[in-house]
C-alpha cells in the first residue's frame, strides 16, 4: 500500500476509540485481518443493498454515503473523512450496506471483513463491548443531528450544515475558515433535503453578505461567528 502515513495498520486503527484499549497482541489480531485498499475519485465502494462484506477506516481521503429514493434522488447522509469508520453498524448485524459510499477524492482505506472480524469477537469478547459503546454513542449523535435538521427551516438547516463542515473538516487560516471539501450544489442541496435551486440561492445571499465563499473545491467561512449568530437568532 502507499503510504502516505508512517504508522503501520495496527498503530492507525488504535487512533479509533473502539480499538483504543485493545493489548497489542488483541490489536495484532485485527491487523492480522485488515485488508489495505487504495480507491481511485468517484470509486463506488460499496453500493447501497449490497452484501455487506467489510467495514471500512479512511487513512486518507474523502468519501460520501448517500440513499437514493424511488425516483433516483440522492440525499447525503454524511461526508466521511481520514479518521472515519463506516458503515458505523456493519460488523452487528447481517443487513445489507445501508447506503452507497463514494470516494470523491482518491482515498486510501483499510477494510476489515465482517465475517472474519465477528470470528475474532468469538474469540474476544472485550472487542465486542468497547465497539458497541460506540456504535451507542454514534447512533445517538445522528439522531441528535436528524433532530436538528428537522426541525428548522431551509436557512437554518444551510447555516448548520456549514457550521458542521467547519467543525468537522475546516482548516484555520487566519481569520477564515477553509472547508476543503469537492462537494457540488446538488450534493449540498442533497445533505440538507432541499432542491439545488434553493441551496444556491441561500449560499449567493450568504456570499453577498460577505460570510463566505463557495466553488466546487471548497468553502471559506470569511465569520465564524456571525453564522453561528445567524442560525441561533
Given at each position: ?106 482515498a486510501e482505506l483499510i477494510a476489515i471483513p465482517v465475517r ?83 441551496a444556491n440561492r441561500l449560499l ?30
Amino acid at each position: 500500500m502507499r503510504r502516505e502515513n508512517k504508522d503501520t495498520a495496527a498503530e492507525f486503527l488504535q487512533q479509533f476509540p473502539i480499538f483504543q484499549d485493545l493489548s497489542p497482541e488483541e490489536l495484532k489480531q485485527v491487523e492480522d485481518i485488515a485488508i489495505s485498499r487504495n480507491i481511485h475519485k468517484k470509486t463506488v465502494i460499496f453500493a447501497e443493498g449490497s452484501e455487506k462484506e467489510a467495514v471500512f477506516f479512511i487513512r486518507t481521503g474523502i468519501v460520501k454515503a448517500y440513499k437514493t429514493d424511488e425516483n433516483g434522488h440522492e440525499q447525503i447522509v454524511s461526508f466521511l473523512k481520514t479518521g472515519d469508520m463506516f458503515p458505523h453498524t456493519g460488523f452487528f448485524n447481517a443487513h445489507p450496506y445501508p447506503a452507497t459510499a463514494e470516494a470523491i477524492t482518491p482515498a486510501e482505506l483499510i477494510a476489515i471483513p465482517v465475517r472474519l472480524f465477528e470470528r475474532l469477537m468469538l474469540n474476544t469478547p472485550a472487542i465486542a463491548i468497547k465497539i458497541m459503546r460506540v456504535l451507542g454513542d454514534k447512533i445517538r449523535e445522528l439522531q441528535d443531528k436528524l433532530q436538528v435538521l428537522s426541525g428548522q427551516d431551509v436557512r437554518n438547516r444551510v447555516l448548520s450544515f456549514l457550521l458542521m463542515l467547519a467543525e468537522q473538516h475546516g482548516q484555520p487560516s487566519g481569520h477564515k475558515i477553509i472547508i476543503n471539501l469537492p462537494m457540488t450544489h446538488q450534493e449540498f442541496a442533497n445533505s440538507i433535503g432541499t432542491t439545488r435551486e434553493t441551496a444556491n440561492r441561500l449560499l449567493n445571499q450568504l456570499t453577498k453578505e460577505n460570510l463566505l465563499e463557495v466553488d466546487r473545491k471548497q468553502i471559506i467561512i470569511h465569520d465564524l461567528q456571525a453564522l453561528k449568530h445567524q442560525r441561533d437568532t
